[in-house]
């Protein structure tokens, strides 16, 4: 029986024309293995992927800036779709099936410009379209990248880079609000995607990160955090401090690192292995055992004999348009940048003939939502307004739009272009399928 993943390291990354390079640990002797097939050069960057109930399972970042999900076969890969917000400039993600729902829902946070999303899959209902379930983080600069894991007491729990020091998130359970972040300034400063794993160390499970140093010696930087929890408590504290435990593979940048615990046959003698990916198309391999003559100490880098890279000869061919869906009802969604309080949201839409009519979106918990049902067929256009301490921000006019052959739903966001600057704009993001 294939056990799923509840955490985001995995071995699958990308070189730097944007192939993906797919490889697990497998087998009783642990030797890392290649999977057969890779994603084409138009499917992004940053990929994140794990072994599932049905399947090895990908999300990445895709060359248009959307979220995107893939299946593997065993024979290659196979794109279910995109999700997300392609404004959002997303930097990195991850991705793991927890055990919340009774198929285990596929978990997946996605690190962006200003905050960190979490999205998540039913796999109960046996679709494939992720949907958001809540926006988090703290205000300021630069997501870089984004680790996730289920820990042993069921809580989702997020590590993210931003501006050289690691923030540490935990929600617990399906639903609850995300605490955090609690910020860890290292000696060093960090950058790129950290590594994340729960491993066997401690009588809990310590967590251990790993992530690049952005210094000009490069490297990677090893933290932990002991979470055995204090007398009388059943799990350590949120606030439990973080700790910096050694630095090393100086002498080369890394941007992305994978990171999983090895466990001997015996169970004699554990280990930390490290895949980091960096400047050129080497992948370097470093391992830490806890017993041995180096007990405790980095080894590598070295490159394992298994292990080498996939480059695809051409990218796959695109996927056929989506066939026409007739509906009874045009929807208009708004998103508003959440540190903005409108005083209204609307749309004013010309029918054929000239005639001119409004929408006035309602808040929908995550977004601003109104829909109308035309009486006539034919081209029509659109202008998504919002008031803003008293004042009309109406964006450009929407080119002509089939009503009779078109897609039902227009999708715009507002937001301050750069964030902080006083300066707004909407931007039309995407047409839905409703």
Request: aromatic share 14%; charged share 15%.
């Amino acid at each position: 029986m294939t056990m799923p993943s509840r955490q985001s390291s995995s071995f699958y990354y990308s070189d730097e024309r944007k192939l993906f390079v797919c490889a697990r640990l497998d087998g009783p002797d642990r030797r890392i293995q290649q999977l057969p097939g890779t994603v084409g050069s138009d499917s992004g960057t940053s990929p994140r992927a794990v072994r599932s109930t049905f399947g090895d399972v990908m999300v990445a970042v895709t060359g248009d800036q959307w979220l995107g999900h893939w299946m593997h076969d065993g024979l290659g890969w196979h794109g279910h779709g995109s999700f997300g917000y392609q404004n959002n400039r997303y930097t990195g993600c991850a991705v793991i099936q927890s055990s919340y729902g009774r198929a285990g829902n596929f978990e997946v946070v996605a690190s962006a410009v200003a905050h960190l999303t979490h999205f998540w899959l039913n796999n109960d209902s046996g679709g494939h379209q992720f949907v958001e379930a809540s926006s988090f983080g703290s205000p300021g600069a630069l997501y870089e990248g984004v680790g996730l894991i289920e820990s042993r007491w069921n809580t989702l729990e997020v590590v993210a880079v931003k501006n050289g020091t690691l923030e540490y998130f935990q929600q617990d359970g399906p639903g609850a609000p995300w605490r955090g972040p609690f910020v860890f300034r290292p000696s060093v400063p960090i950058t790129g995607r950290p590594a994340f794993v729960q491993g066997p160390w401690g009588r809990a499970g310590n967590f251990e990160v790993v992530v690049p140093v952005n210094d000009p010696a490069g490297g990677l930087l090893h933290l932990w955090r002991n979470n055995d929890p204090r007398p009388g408590e059943g799990r350590p504290p949120f606030d439990q401090p973080w700790q910096e435990s050694v630095r090393f593979g100086q002498g080369r940048r890394y941007v992305d690192v994978g990171i999983l615990p090895h466990f001997s046959a015996g169970g004699s003698t554990n280990q930390l292995e490290v895949l980091a990916y960096g400047d050129g198309p080497r992948v370097d391999y470093f391992s830490r055992p806890d017993g041995g003559p180096h007990a405790w100490q980095w080894q590598g880098p070295s490159q394992p004999p298994e292990f080498q890279m996939y480059v695809r000869p051409s990218p796959p061919p695109p996927p056929p348009p989506p066939p026409v869906v007739p509906m009874d009802h045009l929807t208009f969604i708004a998103e508003i940048e959440p540190t903005l309080s409108p005083q209204a949201v609307w749309v004013d839409y010309t029918r054929p003939g000239g005639t001119v009519s409004r929408v006035t979106l309602a808040w929908a918990g995550s977004f601003w939502q109104g829909a109308v049902r035309p009486a006539t067929a034919g081209n029509w256009t659109y202008r998504f307004g919002v008031r803003i301490d008293g004042r009309d921000y109406v964006s450009d006019p929407l080119a002509e739009y089939d009503w009779e052959t078109g897609n039902p739903g227009l999708y715009w966001s507002f937001q301050q272009e750069p964030s902080g600057s006083g300066n707004y704009r909407w931007t039309p993001t995407r047409v839905l399928n409703q």
